[in-house]
């Protein structure tokens, strides 16, 4: 029987659609003509005018946005595998409650949950700006990290933690000495995930902003609207999507890492 070739073209259709625009954008970065309808020849002068002093609000919102990241993903480590430990390991009636509370920031669109966070800062009389943008990104970061080291978990080795206790170790050595080294590429790689989201996020950022805490994907939008410095916003996407690359692939590495269960 004949294999069809409708997928593989479908596939492929989707895959230009997709990275088209991506791989336009890095082009363009490094175009001497300032508009992307020619090829004006290389050029790397679009990323030396990031450094000029007229793009200074754009490296201030570049290291905000970079701020509330490390800041988010730092805390939502934390919170994640407190939250991941407490689901797997003590169970109650309210479980499937816990895992829809879990779950609700990733499945929620993210304009109803920008819209309700900013209805509950506002009710609180809250002042919006780096603050509130930070709290927000920890509220959706914390259930992905939460997600990953669950996953983590579902692999891990009872019997250890069984075989310390008999050993005498207490409970602060069983965390520090079995449970944390065990657990730490699901960890790390859910801080890289929610690191990622919180770079890239846009919609939550821009309901719960305010004057003087614009972050970088705020700013792009702002400058890409008013069709200012095209090139200049070609560049530093070009970077951060590089760094977003890295931090996916290593988060992937991370997670794919498992223990060997037959070299114990």
């Known amino acids: 029987m004949k294999s069809s070739r409708l ?11 997709l990275y088209l625009p991506i791989v336009l954008l890095v082009v363009n970065s ?5 508009y992307s309808s020619t090829w004006g020849g290389f050029t790397l002068k679009w990323y030396e005018a990031l450094l000029d002093r007229q793009n200074r609000d754009l490296w201030d919102a ?8 490390l800041s988010s993903s730092g805390i939502s480590m934390i919170l994640g595998t407190l939250s991941a430990c407490a689901l797997h390991w003590y169970r109650s009636r309210l479980q499937q409650i816990h895992y829809g509370i879990l779950y609700l920031p990733i499945v929620i669109p993210d304009l109803l949950m920008g819209i309700s966070l900013l209805l509950f800062l506002v009710a609180l009389g809250v002042t919006l700006g780096t603050g509130t943008i930070l709290i927000a990104h920890i509220t959706f970061c914390a259930s992905f990290v939460t997600v990953v080291v669950l996953g983590r978990l579902q692999g891990f080795d009872e019997n250890v933690i069984a075989a310390a206790r008999d050993l005498g170790a207490s409970k602060w050595v069983i965390i520090r000495r079995i449970i944390l080294p065990l657990l730490a590429p699901g960890i790390i790689a859910g801080g890289l995930l929610a690191f990622t989201l ?7 950022t821009f309901f719960v902003t305010g004057p003087g805490s614009t972050t970088l994907p705020l700013k792009i939008y702002s400058m890409v ?7 200049v916003i070609n560049a530093i996407s070009t970077l951060f999507l590089i760094l977003t690359f890295l931090i996916v692939w290593l988060s992937q590495r991370l997670t794919e890492h498992q223990p060997n269960r037959d070299s114990r």
């Open 30 to 34: 490094f175009n001497e003509a300032r």
């Open 225 to 231: 609207k008013h069709s200012k410095d095209l090139p």
């Open 62 to 69: 570049a290291r905000r946005t970079l701020f509330i990241a």
């Open 7 to 17: 997928p593989a073209i479908i596939l492929g259709l989707v895959l230009v659609f």
């Open 198 to 204: 919180s770079v890239d996020d846009y919609v939550i």
